[in-house]
Nanobody
Framework: QVQLVESGGGLVQPGGSLRLSCQAS????????IGWFRQAPGKEREGVSC????????NYADSVKGRFTISRDNAKNTVYLQMDFLKPEDTAVYYC???????????????????WGQGTQVTVSS
């Protein structure tokens, strides 16, 4: 059974940091690009970031560039999203997703995604 399990969410004050983790079981992430998405209440799900299978290529939404960093440790079958300088508008449920392909081609369109995690809540509030 394939599972992607996110962790690391929580409540943080504006300007603070969180690190999300996405660990896979039943699936080897080595040959898959991995993405992070988020969905705020009343809004559509949006792409946040993507990392290629090797980790050599990364992509970010404009809204998080310079504040979020995606990385991966294939030996641990885990992908991370370091979130710094958090803003209230970053509040959302964050999901990780495993693509079918090696690279982040059209990564924001979700068409190549094979597996989704269950999501973790991130709340940025004072």
């Amino acid at each position: 059974q394939v599972q992607l399990v996110e962790s690391g969410g929580g409540l943080v004050q504006p300007g603070g940091s969180l690190r999300l983790s996405c660990q896979a079981s039943g699936l080897t992430l080595d040959y898959r690009a991995i993405g992070w998405f988020r969905q705020a209440p009343g809004k559509e799900r949006e792409g946040v970031s993507c990392i290629s299978s090797s980790g050599g290529s990364t992509n970010y939404a404009d809204s998080v560039k310079g504040r979020f960093t995606i990385s991966r440790d294939n030996a641990k079958n885990t992908v991370y999203l370091q979130m710094d300088f958090l803003k209230p508008e970053d509040t959302a449920v964050y999901y990780c997703a495993a693509y079918q392909s090696l690279g982040c081609y059209d990564w924001e369109w979700e068409t190549d995604i094979g597996f989704w995690g269950q999501g973790t809540q991130v709340t940025v509030s004072s």
